[in-house]
């Protein structure tokens, strides 16, 4: 299999200053090979989880008996990296209309408690039980506390109360940390259970059952996904930084950084890559956005995720990304292999001066792509540009374990902890104290 291509001799920086950082990076690097020997005993314990045979096979046990139910509507219940990860890779292996393209399961995830939203979900799911289809509800909470997720269970296990009451334990899968609170509920209610293990967290988890259960019921080739992650941890805990693609660009991004480069725009040309974006924003602004650095200084420090897509953007934020501010370093992300939809020869099209003829869709997207880069080039603003080979499991797998080493190790050289995220529990203490009040 081809690994992505990373190019980057417009980054900004150069190939002494990398190697700089290659060195001061080297102990991590030694400490996240360990962490691949001692299992899930460390904040590391993610790196393990595309080599885990054990937890996979009892995936697939799950798997196939759930897929005798035959659903044909799969609801995901969870916030945050207990959906993200999933969504994002359904969309980018099925496609923005998955949907819509008549698939055996259709697939919906629960993932506020916009009351909008979920009324909305309710009307589709009560519609599904009504009409004596199937459904499938999966829960995801690595804590399994989340008030979000728990409400939203709640308001669905309701539905298939009313219309499954002798069965409705069947249609239901808890995914969560062994021993929480809603393991003992799922426990109590006899739901199938997956466990996550303890010490890996939230934005790590896609390849727990968080990701790989909800993704095998619909139809996404896990075991491929597992092979891609594993051998981007193989490339990616290797010590020469010029091979290591996750403390290459670690090392890219801090060098930017250092030079008040605080924004890192995730430049994808895929309009199904939209929700990879959004996973990868989690990633950096949970990981690396803190208040206090390792030792316990104050550093307010943090680089700013935003997510751009090509060409859907470049007509509202090109002005932005080519005459604004100095402060935005760009990954440009390209699929090199894709559709090849021809362009019609219209007579009615032969006089518009835009118009474009004898090549493909994808010739002019790639072309506005590489005219893109140019335009960076010219305005001297840096980037690097990340060739993933097709849209696949295998190449999905690879990109994205590449991308959580990667912010284990930008978090390193930062000087942050890249696996906690001390100050989101605020929100959550302040919405349980206002709760706390309006019950009285």
Partial sequence: MDKIIITYENSGVTVDEIAAVGKRLQPEIERVNQA???????????????????????????????????????????????????????????????????????????????????????????????????????????SGTTVETTVNFEIFLSLLKKYKPDTYADCVVVITDHGSALWQLASAQQFTALAVPKQVGGRYSVFSPIGLFPLGMLGVDIDELLAGAKMAVDVCTGMDIQTNSAALTAAILFLQYKQGYTIHDLFLFGTDLKDLGRWYQQLVAESVAKEYD?????????????????????????????????????????????????IPRLQEFSSMPEAVHDISVADLFHAIGDGVMQAYIASKRPFIKIEINKKNSWDLGYFMQYKMIEIMYLGFLMDVNPFDQPNVELYKQKTREILSHESK
């Fill in 294 to 342: 390792r030792t316990g200084n104050r550093v307010e420090a943090g680089i700013t995720p935003t997510v751009s897509i090509g060409t859907t953007d470049l007509h509202s934020l090109a002005q932005l990304h080519l005459g604004g501010r100095r402060d935005t370093f760009s990954s440009f992300v390209f699929v090199k292999e894709g559709a090849e939809l021809p």
């Fill in 36 to 142: 691949c020997a001692t299992g899930y005993e460390s904040d590391y314990a993610s790196i393990n989880l595309p080599a885990d045979a054990g937890a996979l096979r009892a995936i697939h046990e799950v798997l196939t008996a759930k897929k005798k139910l035959r659903p044909t509507l799969l609801l995901l219940i969870g916030m945050g990296g207990s959906s993200l990860g999933t969504i994002a890779l359904l969309s980018t292996l099925k496609g923005s209309f998955f949907n819509e393209t008549s698939p055996d399961t259709q697939f919906y995830c629960a993932d506020t408690v916009d009351p909008d939203y979920i009324e909305q979900l309710v009307f589709l799911v009560e519609r599904t039980l009504r009409n004596h289809a199937r459904v499938l509800i999966v829960v995801a909470s690595k």
